[in-house]
C-alpha cells in the first residue's frame, strides 16, 4: 500500500480539500493496482466528494480483488444508490451480507430496500437481523417496527419503537411513528403527547442548527 499517498489523501479529507484528496488517493491507486484496500479507500474518498460514479467503480474493482470485502460491497451499493440504480444497490447489499452474516448495518439496507419494494417479508427479516446483530442501533428497530406496524402488529411496533427510543431518547422520528401507532387505536391524547414531544425535539435541533451556523 503507498501509505504516503493515503495518509496526504486522508489530511486533504479533513481539510476538506476534494481536489487535492481526490488526486492523492487516485496516486495511491495507480501505486497500488492490485491492493483491495486502496481501491476501497479511494471509492471512499470519491463518496465523500460527492462523486457516485467514480466511488461504484472503485468499490468494484475492490470487491473484483477481494470478493468477500464486506465494506466494499456496502459502498458499491451506497454508491448506486446514489446514482438511482436500485437494483444495483440491493444487489451490493445482499452480497455484503453474505460476506458478513453479522454486520447489522448491511442487514439494515437490504431490509430499507425490500420495505421501498413492498416486500415486508424480506425486509422484516433483514431488520430482525439487524437488531440481532447491532441491538444498540436505533434506526434499525424503529425500521422494524415500521414494517410491524404495517403489517397491523401494533403492540410489537410499540415495542421496538420503544427500543429504539432507549437506545436514542432524542430519535424524533420514533416518537412520531408511535403518535401514529396511537392515532391506530383512536388515543388521541397519546398521540397528542408523542406528537409534542417530537416537536419539541425537532425544534430543540433546529435552534442549536442556527446557532452553530451563526458562529
Not at 121 to 140: L, N, Y
Request: neutral net charge; hydrophobic residues 45%; contains cysteine.
Amino acid at each position: 500500500m503507498s501509505t504516503f499517498d493515503v495518509d496526504r489523501a486522508r489530511r486533504f479529507v479533513l481539510a476538506r480539500n476534494w481536489p487535492s484528496a481526490l488526486e492523492a488517493a487516485a496516486l495511491a491507486a495507480e501505486k497500488s493496482p492490485d491492493d483491495a484496500s486502496v481501491w476501497y479507500f479511494k471509492g471512499s474518498v470519491e463518496m465523500a466528494a460527492k462523486r457516485p460514479g467514480d466511488a461504484l467503480v472503485s468499490a468494484l474493482r475492490a470487491t473484483s480483488l477481494a470478493p468477500q470485502d464486506a465494506k466494499a460491497w456496502l459502498l458499491a451499493g451506497s454508491a448506486a444508490e446514489e446514482l438511482g440504480d436500485p437494483r444495483a444497490a440491493l444487489d451490493s447489499y445482499e452480497r455484503a451480507v453474505s460476506a458478513a452474516p453479522r454486520w447489522g448495518l448491511a442487514w439494515n439496507r437490504v431490509g430499507t430496500f425490500a420495505f421501498d419494494a413492498g416486500d415486508l417479508d424480506k425486509a422484516e427479516r433483514a431488520f430482525a437481523q439487524a437488531v440481532d446483530c447491532d441491538p444498540g442501533h436505533a434506526r434499525s428497530w424503529n425500521n422494524l417496527a415500521m414494517v410491524q406496524a404495517r403489517r397491523g402488529h401494533l403492540d410489537d411496533a410499540e415495542n421496538a419503537f420503544k427500543r429504539a427510543l432507549g437506545i436514542w431518547p432524542d430519535y424524533s422520528v420514533a416518537f412520531r411513528n408511535l403518535a401514529l401507532i396511537a392515532a391506530a387505536r383512536g388515543n388521541a391524547q397519546q398521540r397528542a403527547t408523542y406528537e409534542t414531544l417530537a416537536a419539541r425535539i425537532e425544534a430543540i435541533k433546529s435552534e442549536e442548527a442556527a446557532a452553530g451556523a451563526g458562529r
